[in-house]
């Protein structure tokens, strides 16, 4: 058996205590990456008051450190930010080093912006990426010229790009000339599972942060809309930790909230998985998105997906595990509900087995543990 490598995961974005689900598909790799290595996550937070901070956890073989810093105020707060952001990471740097050494990987997830500065700390180390930003895409949520153009060479510079698709890793490609592989978001298997008995329900769930731009949440509300003329033997949920305000407003003008729609707030990993249990089909209604790890969480508890062919969805979504729509065609979404109300099977071992042997925990960290064993200096 080799040695284990030792991994410095650093995350632009990660859990925290002001915004607990803020990357958590990049905890989930991590998590993974440390089944066979050393891992150890490095992440700045801003918070209000307080001073400089390092905070320290383990579990199993994954140490994890988040370092705070206060956040700026005044006429010149952008400088003073930017400024106390670097003192930040190099204060998580030397903790690092103190307790672990020098690694032997560097994994960076999400260039921006910790990715900007992280080779002057780590001249040498050779460099893997992981990318989740759909900001590198054109369109509303795309990302300025200057900041792809301080992007693109940290690209250059990796040994390894790692996108959570092939269409976010081809628009890597364009921008920088670089290769890739992709890695695909990951799922705990043994959370995730298949329910224990069979449970008769008519539930759809939505799972997201609600950003309309990409999730075109309102559409879907009018989808739902339309199936109640329909049929009046199903829910609708919705489970986000972003703001449902405008989408409550909505749903209450269409007369469908506690009525067809249903709202509920943040919810625990182990709780979506048992929410997950109760449910028809899991629906995206994506403008773009992608590859977000709520779709394979589904497949793995047996779940198939109603979704749109959008980014990087189709790559993994077929006609055995899901019914791929276009975007913002609201008859289409409403005739696909439809087709699981009237009983379109889907054979629920046959989804867990795919989603065990592309996005089980086992998969990810031997495909992490093979990219770490081959990159050289």
């Known amino acids: ?21 803020l990357g958590n598909f990049i905890q989930k790799h991590a998590e993974a990456a ?6 150890t996550t490095l992440s700045v937070h801003s918070r209000e008051g307080g001073e400089f901070m390092v905070e320290k956890t383990t579990r199993d073989n994954l ?3 988040r370092v705070f810093y206060p956040k700026a105020r005044g006429l010149f707060k ?12 190099a204060l998580g740097v030397s903790t690092y080093r103190q307790l672990a050494g020098e690694p032997d990987v560097l994994h960076l997830n999400v260039v921006f912006p910790l990715g900007l500065l992280v080779k002057r700390h780590f001249p040498r180390t050779p460099l893997v990426i992981t990318e989740h930003a759909s900001g590198l895409h054109d369109g509303p949520n795309a990302y300025p010229k200057w900041m792809l153009k301080r992007m693109i060479p940290v690209y250059q510079q990796a040994k390894a790009i790692l996108p959570v698709s092939a269409n976010l890793g081809e628009r890597i490609k364009t921008l920088a000339g670089t290769w890739y592989q992709v890695l695909p978001n990951v799922v705990n298997e043994e959370i995730f599972n ?11 769930v939505h799972i997201s942060t609600l950003y309309e731009a990409a999730k075109n949440v309102h559409g879907m509300l009018r989808a739902v809309k339309q199936l109640s003329t329909t049929t009046q033997d199903f829910e609708f ?24 729609v249903f709202f509920h707030g943040t919810m625990e990993t182990q709780e979506i998985a048992a929410f997950l249990h109760r449910c028809k089909a899991l629906v995206l209604f994506s403008n773009f998105e992608n590859f977000p790890c709520v779709i394979p969480e589904a497949w793995m508890c ?7 062919a959008v980014n990087g969805i189709p790559e993994f979504a077929h006609a055995e595990n899901s019914i791929l729509i276009e975007p913002r065609n609201e008859d289409q979404l ?7 109300l009237h009983g379109k099977h889907f054979d629920a071992q046959a989804l867990r087995s795919y989603a065990l042997e592309h996005f089980s925990y086992a998969a990810i960290s031997k495909q992490l543990d093979e990219v770490y064993r081959n990159i050289r200096n």
Request: glycine share 4%; net charge positive; no cysteine.
């Open 1 to 21: 058996m080799s040695t284990p490598k030792n991994v410095l995961f650093l995350a632009s974005w990660y859990p925290n205590p002001s915004n607990p689900t």
């Open 34 to 39: 440390s089944k066979s290595n050393h891992v």
């Open 63 to 65: 140490s994890e450190l």
């Open 78 to 89: 952008r400088l003073v930010q930017y400024a106390r952001f670097r003192k930040a990471l």
């Open 194 to 204: 298949l329910p224990t008995e069979s449970i008769a329900s008519n539930r759809f």
């Open 237 to 260: 949920h919705i489970i986000t930790d972003g703001d449902a305000t405008q989408a409550k407003a909505l749903a209450n003008e269409l007369g469908l909230l506690d009525r067809f």
């Open 302 to 308: 047996g779940v198939p997906v109603i979704a749109t």
């Open 334 to 340: 409403t005739q696909a509900m439809l087709e699981i």
